[in-house]
């Protein structure tokens, strides 16, 4: 039987200062409609305009997770995404009235409590799970920092840190079920080394910080002196080294309590997914920018996923959108190298061409004599100027404008492509086009049947 989605009972109202902002913020979980998704929204700004927390509008992960749509930004997300998560639901909208939320006691408990005694409800929309269908990795040699998601029939996660500290050690901690979340994850505190600490606090950034909010990790031997000087920082009578090696300022809800905490975090980085998942997840030493990194590779995915169940329609009785000559007129091609003949869709995310192959193509001659092939280089060189299409008609003034190859990735070829055949390329933005940079999933179909995909990504230069 089919989960619904859910969303709140009623509205939750929190007030806080924000962790890096030191600004005292009011901020409301409401009730959303099906398939809503995690939106926030800036009740202090003109129009009160909304950001989608998707991991695509990620642009800050240094100290925390920042989002940021059409020039608007909420920062510091991670812990209220990761209780969303946590809770299973699906639909909410924040209201904020600053530009970052609520540090709160730095873990998500107070927001998880909330949202149990206010309750949830479900929806009329069944809930939409992305089934993963192959490994996905993330790894970066230098930092140590390695993430796999594994198909599973559930979702997991099992966390790994190691500092090189001799206070934390090595440290792990795992999720089995969601259901879990709000006893052994959601209570985990941020934890910050001392050397972290001065650095935040000599260079303004940890403005709503103190003592309550988070563990402090002793990775060096201080003095009297200099813990008296962090106490007064913080505001604090007296702090002293406990023997576990962290200041007294709090005591450990579970003796691996940052193992946790990091497995919190990645929690709520993954959310930005924007839609449930199934897979075994398993994570060394990781922070937010390796998981946002992992998040939109596993978004892309689901997009990709999604796309290839909508293969085009071509019904040559129908005019084109765009004939040869309006092509000629937006793309610089010209023979033997224009390899795309009419458009027959186009909307802003997505484009639709045609080429039909003969016999006559000047490479057949050599590719191969007696078994004409079309050279999968020049597929994807037909997708690539279908795409140019696409990201052209963005632009007031495309003839002043070309596109040139960045990347070209996980391109496979499903069969031949000979003469006789009709190919219709179809390219998807996978992203919004950002600083001239434009990434796309490419198929290419003749009839129903795919012959070629594959990631291209490429960038728009003006034409000096």
Known sequence: ????????????????????????????????????????????????????????????????????????????????????????????????????????????????????????????????????????????????????????????????????????????????????????????????????????????????????????????????????????????????????????????????????????????????????FKARIIATRPGHQSNNEFARSLRQLMKKTVLQKQVPVYNPNLDPILDINEIRSKLPHRYPFLLIDKVIHMDEKSVVCIKNVTINEPFFVGHFPGEPIMPGVLQIEAAAQAGGMLVMATLPDPENYSTYFLKIDKVKFKQKVVPGDTLILKMNLLEPVRRGIATMFAEIFVGNKLVMEGELMAQIVKIK
Request: charged letters at 25%; hydrophobic letters at 40%; glycine letters at 6%.
């Open 1 to 276: 039987m089919s989960e619904k989605q859910r969303t709140l009972k009623a509205p939750v109202a929190f007030k806080g200062k924000g962790l890096h902002t030191g600004l005292e913020v009011n901020m409301t979980f409401h009730p959303a409609p099906d398939s809503h998704g995690y939106v926030f929204k800036r009740i202090d700004l003109p129009g009160q305009p909304l950001v989608n927390a998707l991991a695509e509008h990620v642009v800050e992960t240094s100290r925390g997770t920042t989002i940021e749509e059409n020039g608007v930004r909420v920062g510091t997300i991670e812990h209220v995404v990761a209780s969303f998560a946590g809770m299973s639901l699906d639909n909410v909208l924040v209201e904020i009235d600053g530009p970052e939320t609520p540090i709160l006691d730095g873990s998500a408990l107070e927001y998880v409590k909330a949202i149990e005694r206010t309750g949830t409800v479900e929806q009329q929309t069944d809930r939409k799970y992305f089934i993963l269908k192959e490994k996905v990795e993330y790894y970066d040699a230098e930092q140590g920092i390695h993430i796999i998601a594994y198909p599973d029939k559930i979702q997991s996660i099992n966390v790994l840190i190691d500092y090189n500290s001799k206070v934390l050690g090595n440290q792990y901690a795992s999720l089995e079920s969601v259901e879990d979340f709000k006893t052994e994850i959601a209570p985990c505190r941020t934890f910050v080394f001392l050397h972290e600490l001065e650095y935040l606090s000599k260079n303004n950034l940890i403005k709503g910080g103190d003592l309550d909010n988070a563990i402090i990790i002793m990775d060096r031997q201080v003095s009297q002196e200099e813990l008296d000087r962090l106490a007064e920082l913080f505001h604090k009578p007296k702090i002293k080294v406990q023997p576990e090696g962290i200041l007294n300022n709090v005591e450990l809800r579970f003796p691996n309590e940052p193992a946790r905490h990091k497995l919190l975090d990645l929690v709520g980085d993954l959310a930005l997914v924007g839609r449930w």
